[in-house]
């Protein structure tokens, strides 16, 4: 049995928890560099404002007080996010995190009774603890409990908690749901589906498993399974990605050197972190940096290069340093930049590096791992706190334009709560 738990508008609710006084107004929260809406309360929703909305066509809401806006605050959103994700952990056997604001817990050996009254419980305590509204769905499959999970949080009458493990709350719930708002669906296969009369998940379930299967394929069937309460979706395992990348585009063009290459040090930085948490190591380490491409009226530059490792790494130093030497070769003085970024790709797993004839030496390599590790734990709130020289400051901008962040509440001691 699956119980998804689900936050309320997560990123709404986060600047909620530390600013009471946002409760019952419309807020959105923008993405980086202030550029979209990729977040809204009920509120903001009922005022028409869609996802995806540029800034632009929604500032003189926010001018004129009728509209709130916070910039995203990412340091903010996952430390909650750890926490409630911490107590979801502690109350369960088996947990499998689905995203920042939504995770399975995987339920045996209790009523539906006792799992709704479980529920409840977490509903409240990390409403309590946490601050964040959160939403369960109960059901016998993933996308049966998807299903019930919208209705616990559309209907406040469901206090939060929606089971629909038997066949009658299944049917009637499968009859209220748009087919477009089944998980697997999707915007794609719901105007395809929509063409042929099948308008709610009911409709979509009705049909024989032959004509799916020709629709829709594989996948499609799995779906229509797991609507009928058959368990097909196994647990999603996080494969090791073949490469990553860490870029931003500036608040402000640059052209200077050193600002450029203290922006590009700390995207590598972020990169060789992201390498260790997964347990891999990259053999090339790549830079691009490019101009402001909106401006027709400045002459434009683009361009890209890497660096092959001889043995491949994931410390702060080496891939710092292999970036700051393929951007030396890119950068020219004549331009004003707007974006650069790092990417490391041949990515394998750091259980299988082996050394080099020349180069770095074990001990060199052992003391650089050292390091990294010790610059991972005092950084666990993803600042630089500590940093090599080449690097930022933490407090420093990133050059994202921010203009409406709120405080890093719980991870930065220079931003608590001040209370008076």
Aim: one cysteine or more; glycine letters at 8%; charged letters at 25%.
């Amino acid at each position: 049995m699956y119980a998804l738990v689900d936050c309320n508008n997560f990123f709404v609710s986060c600047e909620r928890a530390f600013q009471p006084e946002l409760e019952g107004k419309p807020v959105v929260v923008l993405s980086n560099n202030d550029g979209c809406v990729v977040a809204r309360s009920n509120e903001s929703k009922a005022m028409g404002i869609k996802m995806c909305t540029p800034y632009f066509r929604i500032k003189g809401l926010s001018d004129s007080g009728t509209l709130i806006v916070r910039s995203s605050n990412y340091a903010l959103y996952g430390d909650l996010s750890k926490r409630i994700m911490s107590i979801l952990a502690s109350s369960v056997p088996k947990l499998e995190i689905y995203s920042i604001d939504e995770a399975f817990m995987v339920i045996s050996g209790i009523t539906e009774n006792e799992m709704i009254d479980m529920s409840g419980e977490i509903v409240g305590k990390i409403r309590k603890w946490v601050g964040v509204p959160v939403s369960i769905g109960i059901a016998e499959t993933k996308t049966l409990a998807k299903i019930a999970n919208h209705f616990a949080k559309k209907y406040p009458g469901y206090h939060g908690v929606c089971s629909v493990i038997d066949e009658k709350k299944r049917d009637r719930a499968l009859a209220l749901t748009g087919i477009g708002d089944v998980w697997g669906i999707g915007w794609r296969n719901a105007p395809k589906l929509a063409a042929c009369g099948i308008m709610t998940a009911s409709d979509f379930v009705s049909r024989p498993e032959a004509w799916v299967k020709r629709k829709m394929g594989v996948t499609g069937v799995r779906t229509w399974l797991e609507l009928q309460g058959h368990d097909c979706l196994k647990e999603n395992k996080i494969e090791k990605r073949k490469s990553i990348c860490t870029s931003r585009s500036f608040a402000e063009m640059t052209g200077d050197e050193e600002e450029l290459a203290s922006r590009v040090a700390d995207f590598a930085g972020m990169c060789a972190r992201k390498l260790r948490s997964e347990h891999t190591v990259a053999y090339t380490v790549g830079v691009f940096i490019r101009t402001n491409r909106f401006r027709d009226d400045m002459e434009q530059y683009d361009s890209m290069a890497s660096l092959r490792l001889e043995v491949p790494a994931n410390s702060t130093q080496e891939i710092v340093s292999a970036a700051l030497s393929v951007l030396r070769t890119l950068y020219r003085p004549e331009y004003k930049y707007k974006k650069a970024g790092v990417i490391v790709s041949d990515i394998v797993s750091d259980g299988v590096v082996q050394g080099a004839i020349f180069g770095f030496d074990a001990g060199t390599r052992e003391k650089e791992d050292k390091l990294s590790e010790l610059m991972d734990k005092i950084n666990g709130s993803g600042t630089n706190i500590l940093r090599l020289a080449s690097q930022r400051p933490g407090h420093y901008s990133d050059g994202v334009r921010s203009e409406f962040r709120s405080k890093r509440f719980s991870t930065d001691w220079n931003e608590l709560m001040e209370i008076h």
